[in-house]
């Protein structure tokens, strides 16, 4: 594989099954040397001191990184998806406001057992408005998870999401009007295919992203697919991503479509094209000189 991409899966496709030493073990055989765990009690019960060793444990013995942490997005009632109290940072309401950083300060504590360097940050669930009360509780929960981030070592990544909240646009001056300079940002490629371009979204984000989520849709729902099965135009994504001002993370964040599906060999594929291409993007650009600004 050459000093290629490095390859990173979110355990998002796997969010409603248990994190199990087994499944890890087929995702290290499949090739895929890094992973980014999404924090749902179910899946990876973060707050609880056995699961966290026992995890540490399993990547290991299967020489797996920890890339990082999709901060929990909702309270589980029961196994499955949708059966939860959302979890939100920038809830207006003050007790459940606190409620939500504690639970993302539970996540963090990972860090103290298996070191991990970006915990992946919504602003908001479902469809929001871009309400100047929740960019205020947002901030108010920032300012606190921040510094809480960075004395583990960590930096929180805000994610884009397809609502008005959590739009490039509205994180962009977000962080401009703020000054929370420890914060980065995790470039939704997914996400902003569905709200006015990938490119432009990009664009607004790229001085600060830290890392990438990889997925495909047809600009309509929040699909999550396989890269080249929606309608995102790859060959600019990559193109942009090859031209960042640093090599970003990009990590492949899918959905279980059905049982098994897309099975990790298809996983593995879609690898095997982005890497291709990247290179190919990466040789370009080196041999046209130093990328436009």
């Known amino acids: 594989m050459g000093d290629g991409m490095q390859r990173i899966l979110s355990t ?28 749902g009690t179910f899946h ?66 990972v860090a103290e057992t298996i070191p991990f360097r970006f915990l992946i940050q919504d602003l908001a669930t479902g469809h929001q408005a871009a309400d100047p009360r929740k960019l205020d509780a947002a901030f108010n929960s920032l300012e606190i998870l921040a510094v809480f981030a960075k004395h583990r070592g960590v930096t929180i990544a805000l994610q884009n999401t397809p609502n008005e909240l ?16 420890n914060l980065g940002f995790c470039f939704d490629v997914g996400h902003a295919h569905m709200e006015g371009g990938a490119e432009a979204g990009f664009h607004l984000l790229r001085d600060r992203a830290v890392c990438a989520h990889v997925h495909d849709n047809h600009g309509e729902k929040d699909e999550h697919l396989l890269p080249w099965e929606g309608t995102i135009d790859w060959d600019a994504a990559l193109g942009e991503f090859a031209n960042a001002p640093e090599p970003l993370p990009l990590v492949l964040e899918l959905k279980e479509t059905g049982p098994g599906v897309p099975a990790l060999d298809q996983i593995s594929t879609a690898f095997d094209k982005l890497e291709k291409q990247l290179d190919e993007k990466g040789a370009n650009s080196a041999r046209t000189g130093p990328a436009r600004n």
Do not use: M, W
Request: neutral net charge; aromatic residues 6%.
């Open 12 to 39: 998002n496709v796997y969010r409603n099954h248990p994190l199990t030493p087994a499944l890890l073990a087929e995702v290290a055989r499949a090739g895929i040397g890094s992973i980014e765990i999404f924090c």
């Open 166 to 181: 959590g739009s490039p646009q509205t994180l962009a001056q977000f962080v401009k009007d703020t000054h929370l300079h």
């Open 44 to 109: 990876f019960n973060y707050g609880a001191v056995q699961p966290v060793r026992e995890l540490s444990r399993s990547l290991g013995e299967y020489g797996l990184t920890l890339l990082s942490l999709h901060a929990p997005t909702e309270r589980d009632t029961a196994p499955g998806r949708g059966s939860g109290v959302p979890i939100s940072i920038a809830d207006p309401e003050r007790i459940r406001r606190q409620d939500a950083v504690d639970e993302v300060k539970r996540a963090l504590d």
